[in-house]
């Protein structure tokens, strides 16, 4: 049961009469701690001039004092014990730019219970420990800021918390991982295997040597966790979450999507239903009608559509990942934060709104199989032989699956042949139904491949 009103802690905050100084501390050092670093020191006098305040970069914790690194930084500043930064009377301030999900909640949760504010890029801790998270910011006081787990420079958690704050979205839906985007664009558009365009992007930076987290979709499924409970107050859980990834796309999708219009992009999608009292949060590769505004999302960008009931859709588009993006949103909550601090603006996420955003969550579910409705694409690959297709067809009219298009690929002298194929709007539970007879038939020679059809109205 959430605590009441009257008895959550108050915001901490600076008494502007005996300190005219924020102390600031960097716990990680990589690309985006050290962009933070760069750009903080480079634009120190115009944001001290906009914020009324001093600020004092004081300490960054790093693994290695004696590494090279790419912004020049006194050895002074460095240190190995991160609760050194965090103890620290004089850091207000707290960057958790470390990664990973163990020291950095352990890390976290000790600057949180110090009553100080934590500004974060980490979606995997906030996903993974976010209610432990903020229940720690209710009970000592604290801030925790996460513009930057979410979409890199895209403003995403500030035009939800503030800009967009009188609405209620039915539909979020965006591209979250700039890899999958760089990877099905290179496909799409230059004719690329998965493999070659894999190897490109992690030759060009964008992609780990293991790009499981992105590919995968992991990566996407805890941004859109995050997004879901800021909108809606319910982190979506794993075992209820649709989370598909990328490495099955092939040719003959490609094929399908340019011949009908569409263009392969991979989408995080969150529905929320009013009246019915279900949200759903899937995240998967989807052909993408080449009107939407997402079809258009190329490269390692993001983007992503919120529609609300006031404002209408809204899209935003841009860097969804990189030192420099990420870190400018690292600074836009530092300034927050400052602003916060010292009563110069409201507490983005205040003891209260998060008791409120709790409530809500708690009376929402997630939609079952038979809610959630969509038109679906599917790939087989059959026995090149007479009555194949016939028997095919005979499942998806068993099940009440109306087909609306159909392409044949012959593979001479191979046994075989390729359908594509996508349905009329359907629920999930029916077309699993489909999929699990298909895969019974001796006919079927490989795993059927499935995909949503995204259409904003299903």
Sequence with gaps: ??????????PNFI???????????????????????????????????????????????????????????????????PLEVIEDPKVHVVCELIGGTTKARELTLRALSLGKVVVSANKALLCE??????????????????????AGGIPIIKAIREGLVANRFDLIVGILNGTCNHILTRMGEDGLSFEDALKEAQTLGYAEADPTLDVDGIDAWHKASILAWLAHGKWAPAARTLVEGIRKIGPA????????????????????????????????????????ILARVSGVNNGITLRGDVAGATTLTGRGAGGDATASAVIGD????????????????????LATREKAGRALRMADLDEIVSPFYLRLSLLDKAGVSEGVYRIFSKHKVSIARVIQYEH????????????????????SAVLTELRRLKTVLEEPVILRIFSPES
Excluded: C
């Design 1 to 10: 049961m959430a605590p009441r009103t009257a008895s959550l802690k108050k």
């Design 15 to 81: 008494d502007m009469t005996t300190t005219r100084t924020i102390g600031i501390g960097i716990l990680g050092f990589g690309t985006v701690g050290q962009g933070v670093w760069k750009h903080l020191t480079e634009k120190q006098s115009d944001l001290e001039s906009r914020l009324g305040v001093k600020l004092d970069l004081r300490k960054a914790a790093v693994r290695d004092l004696k590494k090279k690194r790419g912004v020049k930084i006194a050895a002074s500043k460095l240190t190995k014990n």
């Design 129 to 150: 420990h976010g209610p432990e998270i903020f229940a720690a910011v209710r009970k000592h006081g604290g801030q925790f800021l996460f513009e930057a787990s979410v």
């Design 253 to 292: 999708d490609i094929d399908f999507a340019r011949r009908f219009g569409f263009a392969l992009k991979h989408l995080a999608v969150i529905r929320r239903d009013f009246k019915a009292g279900w949200m759903t949060v899937g995240v998967y590769p989807a052909l993408v009608p080449n009107r939407d």
């Design 334 to 353: 530092i300034v927050d934060a400052i602003a916060a601090l010292t009563g110069a603006a409201p507490q983005g996420l205040s003891s209260e709104a």
């Design 412 to 431: 001479p002298n191979q046994g075989r042949g390729t359908v594509t194929l996508s349905t009329y709007p359907v629920s999930e539970r029916k077309m």
